[in-house]
């Protein structure tokens, strides 16, 4: 089942995050690693587009978010990646992204997207570590599965688990929208709080 996705805005700072109180899934990971794709592949419908997607790596620089649904809101962060950009790009990113992570209240999980031919570097342990002592949930989402083997995919999938010690690795295509709809559902379930999706059907309970 696809979804209703909606970009909703942009911020730097948190007085222009969202007001309200619906759960947000941070979208995070290298740049280029497919997170906008990730967004656009939740879309309904084959040809709308509602994140941008860049072939320039790393030219996201806000914290843009996106309505999924009524229950709740997707965030694409800019990419992290540190060795391939320059020490002033490296400060930007650090402030935002750190504010939001640290401080939103809303947010309920992190989903760090990685390249499924990437391993898992320090830059993913030091997230990792991060969302542990912050109690922030992280789910590995291995993109770009279509690039390589059924074999490969699977190995892959095991060896991160082990290295990492996440348990929760999905594997997706966010290109061909392989994998996109079950890792949404386990996102809904664990994360977005009780809300039903759709409001219950009247039924005719008296008493
Ligand atoms: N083959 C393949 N390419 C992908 C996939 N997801 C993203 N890409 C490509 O990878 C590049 C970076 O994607 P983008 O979503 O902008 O990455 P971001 O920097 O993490 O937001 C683009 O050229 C995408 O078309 C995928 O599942 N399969
Ligand atoms: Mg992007």
Do not use: C
């Not at 962060?77 to 790009?89: H, I, L, N």
């Amino acid at each position: 089942m696809a979804l209703k996705v909606k970009f909703l805005k942009s911020a730097v700072v948190p007085k222009d995050y969202p007001h309200g109180k619906k759960p947000e899934v941070g979208v995070i990971g290298r740049s280029n690693a497919g997170k906008s794709s990730f967004i656009n592949a939740l879309v309904e419908g084959r040809n709308q587009k509602v994140a941008k997607v860049s072939s320039t790596p790393g030219k996201t620089r806000l914290l843009n978010f996106f309505q999924a649904g009524d229950h709740y809101l997707y965030v694409d962060m800019p990419g992290y990646g540190f060795a391939s950009r320059s020490y002033g790009e490296r400060d930007d990113w650090k402030p935002m992204v750190e504010q939001y992570l640290k401080n939103r209240e809303n947010l309920v999980a992190i989903v760090l997207i990685m390249d499924i031919r990437r391993d898992w570097e320090q830059e993913e342990q030091l997230m990792w570590e991060w969302a542990q002592f912050h109690e922030i949930p992280l789910v590995v989402v291995l993109n770009k599965m279509d690039k390589v083997k059924r074999n490969f995919q699977l190995r892959r999938a095991r060896q991160l688990a082990e290295k990492s010690g996440v348990n929760s690795v999905f594997m997706i295509s966010a290109l061909k929208k392989q994998g996109i709809d079950e890792l949404e559902d386990y996102l809904f379930r664990n994360f977005v709080k009780d809300t039903p999706r759709k409001e219950p059907q009247d039924s005719a309970d008296s008493e």
